[in-house]
């Protein structure tokens, strides 16, 4: 998937910046390049779905579309967001065998769509981030913090939720099938 940057011409110099939409979870800062982002949507109206992984908050209907929510800190391993006032969802799109697919993910606050130069993202460290290597696309220093850009192609790989999803169903199943 194409990501969008910018190219700011100065007389010294050629910069590239990638746009980038910042979010928390928990007290870290995370980022999702734009070219992924299709909207940003107050938390509220999810239907749960039985025999789901934790990580899979359930559905909303987005305007006529059905869209599974997703609670991206438990994706990533961590504990599962706490809903407050200004969490959101964040409405990604990513691409699965040819087809655009629609996901919303549970961040505990948006905080703004920033440019960051290509040249201030540094690969993930191997050690620290408490991240599976493949989840993160980079680190950026973004004022006294850091921002973890996230590879959502990797995070949100349908492959990978739809074999948990089979798995957890696997599960409840036999617990069902236990109890008779």
Not at 81 to 100: A, K, P, T
């Amino acid at each position: 998937m194409a990501t969008l940057s910018r190219v700011a011409r100065t007389e010294k110099a050629t910069v590239v910046t990638r746009q980038v939409l910042t979010f928390l979870l928990s007290s870290e800062h995370f980022g999702i390049d734009i070219a992924n982002i299709r909207e940003v949507i107050e938390y509220g109206g999810v239907t749960e779905v039985p025999l789901m992984p934790k990580f899979v908050r359930g559905v909303i209907n987005l305007r006529g579309e059905i869209v599974p929510i997703l609670d991206l800190s438990a994706r990533i391993g961590r504990k599962s967001c706490e809903i407050f006032r200004r969490s959101c969802i964040v409405i990604v799109h990513v691409q699965y065998l040819g087809d655009d697919h629609v996901i919303g993910l549970v961040v505990d606050a948006v905080n703004e769509v920033i440019d960051i130069p290509e040249q201030d993202i540094e690969l993930a460290p191997s050690f620290g981030l408490k991240l599976r290597s493949e989840f993160v696309r980079g680190v950026a220093k973004q004022n006294d913090s850091f921002v973890i850009l996230l590879n959502v192609e990797h995070v949100l790989s349908l492959d990978e939720m739809t074999a948990l999803v089979a798995q957890e169903s696997d599960i409840g199943l036999d617990a069902e099938h236990d109890k008779s």
